[in-house]
Every structure is written in C-alpha cells, then in structure tokens.
C-alpha cells in the first residue's frame, strides 16, 4: 500500500510539458503571445492542469479511505464472530 502511495504522490507531483487548453482559451494566448506577453499562458496552462488533477486526486483519497475502514470493519467482525 506505501508503495502504491508512494508512486502516486511521485507522479502528481511531477512536472510535466503539457498543453491542455480549450479552443477559447488557446485563441486567446496566441493573441497574447503574439503583442509579447508570454507569462499568462504559463499560469493558464497551469491551471487548467490543476483543475483536472484534483477531481482525481479527490475520487483517490475518498477510495483509500473505504478500502481502510472496509478493511478494519472486517477485522472486527472476525473478532465478534471468534
């Protein structure tokens, strides 16, 4: 289970090259880019990013929590049945 976490902290915090932009946005930074204002395009890229990584990050926390209360109500029951 360390393992598993441990890889999954490893690959959401690593940072990666990527463009995810919708058609609106990425008009949008061409024109920016195009008068010489390239910073904007790095935080909405940024943010695009994040806003796609937390739904999973959140279903992955919500899913470990009932794997471990699932897991510890299964001991509990064995000692009431024993």
Known sequence: MKKLLLSLVIIFTTVFDIHAQCAMCRSTLENNFSNGDPGIAAGINTGI?????LPYL????????WYKSTKNG??????RLA
């Open 49 to 53: 990013l994040y806003l796609l990584a």
């Open 58 to 65: 959140a279903v992955i926390v919500i899913a470990v929590m």
């Open 74 to 79: 299964g001991k509990e029951l064995g000692k």
